[in-house]
């Protein structure tokens, strides 16, 4: 099968740091990516990870893949309510066409 | 550097009625891949376009069709519009280089709504 899986709500104080979690089922993915959607808005590529990478930080954002569980995570330090949208897991499966999870809704809080 | 434009932004249609959507993919890129994102869902792949031809193709009718111009824009068409239609359409951009695409780029996509 060809699905991402993802919790569909979060909400956390700002100020906390948020982790959102993605498993995937297909382990040729070579790309894993996390992007954020505002409402009414496109799609904004916020990190992606190699799959032969563990780890990847980029300031505020942490991904961690484990891919033996083929599980993904994204972790938001210092949480911002600017950072309250929908995150979305994707796979980079052949010709570079991606597969995306239904998205998990950030709510963060003052 | 213009980024991934898409037109309309907002559209309206009544079932049975034929739709074009148009994307202008992000300078330096070749390749077009349109996804339609339905209201609490995930974008879902429609099909990919590369060198003027459709290059893979998500689980979709042949309703669904599209082309890419010799300037690497590219147009969605739908025929024969569903309630189920109703979605937003988002144009994606990248550079295939090695058989793979990079700088996957996304458009704010076309709100479609069908009536």
């Known amino acids: 099968g060809e699905d991402v899986e993802q919790s569909l709500f979060l909400s956390v104080r700002e100020g906390d740091s948020s982790v959102i979690n993605c498993t995937y089922t297909d382990s040729s993915s070579t790309y894993l990516y996390w992007y954020k959607q505002e409402p009414g808005a496109g799609l904004q590529l916020l990190t992606y990870i190699f799959s032969n990478m563990d780890m990847k930080q980029d300031q505020r954002l942490t991904v961690l893949l484990n891919k033996k569980d083929k599980h993904l995570s994204l972790r938001i330090a210092d949480t911002q309510t600017g950072d309250s949208a929908i995150y979305f897991c994707?796979?980079?499966?052949?010709?570079?066409?991606?597969?995306f999870g239904k998205g998990t809704m950030l709510l963060v809080s003052p | 550097d213009a980024g991934v434009t898409q037109s309309p932004t907002h559209l309206i249609k009544t079932r049975g009625q034929q739709v074009t959507l148009r994307c202008s993919p992000k300078s330096g890129h070749d390749t077009v891949s349109w996804y339609q994102q339905a209201l609490g869902q995930g974008p879902q792949f429609i099909f990919q376009y590369y060198e003027e031809e459709e290059r893979q193709r998500g689980n979709f009718p042949d309703r669904f069709s599209g082309h890419q111009f010799p300037n690497y824009s590219s147009e969605l068409n739908v025929n024969a519009l569903l309630l189920g239609d109703s979605a937003l359409y988002l144009c994606a951009s990248s550079l295939v280089s090695g058989g793979e695409a990079y700088g996957y780029t996304f458009g704010s996509g076309t709100r479609l709504t069908v009536v």
């Open positions: 994707a796979e980079n499966l052949g010709y570079s066409t991606l597969t």
